[in-house]
């Protein structure tokens, strides 16, 4: 796997991830990192995060993650690799699912 072409990552983390600033969060580090895409919290209390970019980028993005910010506590992430589609021009906090 070439370390240039674009990938899509989408992460499911759970832990106390809502009501902790962690959406925005990601926004900031994923623009950190010239990542694209997007965030949200989902109904269950975890957020989801689905990110395209480098590779190298998206493993440092995912490594963020794991920490969270400093109020947060994450105690999982489920990865997904899927293919980069081009579809996002930058880095987004969605609506709650």
């Known amino acids: 796997m070439s370390e240039r072409l674009p990938m ?3 992460v499911i983390v759970e832990g106390r991830v809502q009501g902790v ?4 969060f990601v926004v900031d ?6 990542v694209k ?5 989902r ?3 975890t957020v989801e995060v689905v ?3 480098e590779h190298e980028n998206l493993e440092k993005l995912i490594a963020v993650l794991r920490e969270g910010p ?13 293919a980069a589609t081009g ?10 699912l």
Do not use: D, I, K, P
């Not at 895409?37 to 919290?41: D, M, P």
């Not at 400093?70 to 899927?82: A, G, H």
């Not at 579809?87 to 709650?96: A, C, I, K, L």
């Open 8 to 10: 899509r990552v989408h």
């Open 21 to 24: 600033g962690f959406r925005a």
């Open 29 to 34: 580090q994923a623009n950190r990192f010239g």
């Open 37 to 41: 895409g997007w965030v949200r919290n």
């Open 43 to 45: 109904w269950n209390g």
């Open 51 to 53: 990110a395209e970019g």
């Open 70 to 82: 400093r109020v947060s506590f994450v105690e999982n992430l489920n990865l997904e690799w899927q």
């Open 87 to 96: 579809e996002f021009h930058q880095f987004s906090m969605r609506s709650s």
